[in-house]
């Protein structure tokens, strides 16, 4: 059982950064794939990227590839993304998810955070 709970969102340039931290509960938080989705105003929600129990195997959309940066850490029970090099099309709601198996399918994955805004000014 993990619950989630996002936070780091907020305003900001085009071109700068924001850290997104997601905090988990729950003593298997260790067992679990963790990810990052996002979903824009009228726009289905997409995968961003994913971390393996151990955090050395991760994954990254094309869209945020070489910009962002998935990590996890273990002791603490906290989920990141950073995010660097921001643009208008990164505005969205983040969420961070937890699976049992790799998938980049929003219905494969067991729980959810609530979302944290994250708007980017051009």
């Known amino acids: 059982q993990v619950q989630l709970v996002e936070s780091g969102g907020g305003l900001v340039q085009a071109g700068g950064s924001l850290r997104l931290s997601c905090a988990a509960s729950g003593r298997t938080f260790s067992s679990y794939i963790m990810a990052w989705f996002r979903q824009a105003p009228g726009k289905e929600r997409e995968f961003v990227a994913a971390v393996s129990w151990n955090g050395y195997n991760t994954n990254y959309a094309d869209s945020v590839k070489d910009r962002f940066t998935i990590s996890r850490d273990n002791t603490f029970n906290t989920l990141y993304l950073q995010m660097n090099s921001l643009k208008p099309e990164d505005t969205a709601v983040y969420y961070c998810?937890?699976?049992?198996?790799?998938?980049?399918?929003?219905?494969?994955?067991?729980?959810w955070g609530q979302g944290t805004q994250v708007t980017v000014s051009s």
């Open positions: 998810a937890a699976a049992r198996r790799w998938s980049l399918r929003p219905e494969e994955y067991d729980f």
